[in-house]
């Protein structure tokens, strides 16, 4: 009876551990300046072969520049759906791929 138990803690730990460093990061990022000429590449080779090179057509089907912020950078670590975890971007690559589809409003 005793053994199932420190698996369910040590689950719930890091399921929490998970989400708390991703909002972390996510705070760290709303404080970055993004630069969008520096994130026109990390958006061509990360992003553009499922939401297209405007950001808003490809097979995602979502319009990126009307997402919050916040949103977006939680979904970029984490991923959602069919969509890959980037989390191995550094926070400013993130900052930065954001300024850039912030340009293609
Ligand atoms: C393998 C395909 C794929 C790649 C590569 C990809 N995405 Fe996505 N993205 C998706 C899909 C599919 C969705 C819709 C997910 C859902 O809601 O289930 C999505 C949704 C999003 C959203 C909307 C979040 C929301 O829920 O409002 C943002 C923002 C986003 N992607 C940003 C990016 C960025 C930035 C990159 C590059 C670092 C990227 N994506 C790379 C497939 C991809």
Redesign the pocket.
């Known amino acids: 009876m005793t053994k199932p138990v420190p698996w369910i803690f040590l689950l719930a730990l890091s399921t929490f551990a998970c989400s708390a460093s991703t909002s972390s990061r996510v705070s760290t990022i709303n404080g970055l300046k993004g630069d969008a000429t520096a994130g026109k590449s ?2 061509t080779s ?2 553009a ?3 297209g090179s405007d950001a808003k057509s490809g ?2 089907r ?1 319009s ?1 520049p009307s ?1 919050s912020a916040s ?2 950078y939680a ?2 670590i984490d991923g ?5 975890s ?1 989390d191995n ?1 550094s926070d400013q690559d993130i900052a930065n ?2 300024a850039y ?1 912030q340009s293609l409003k």
């Open positions: 990390v958006y990360n992003c072969s499922c939401h097979s995602a979502e990126l997402k949103t977006a979904q970029i959602k759906g069919s969509m890959p980037f971007l791929v954001w589809v």
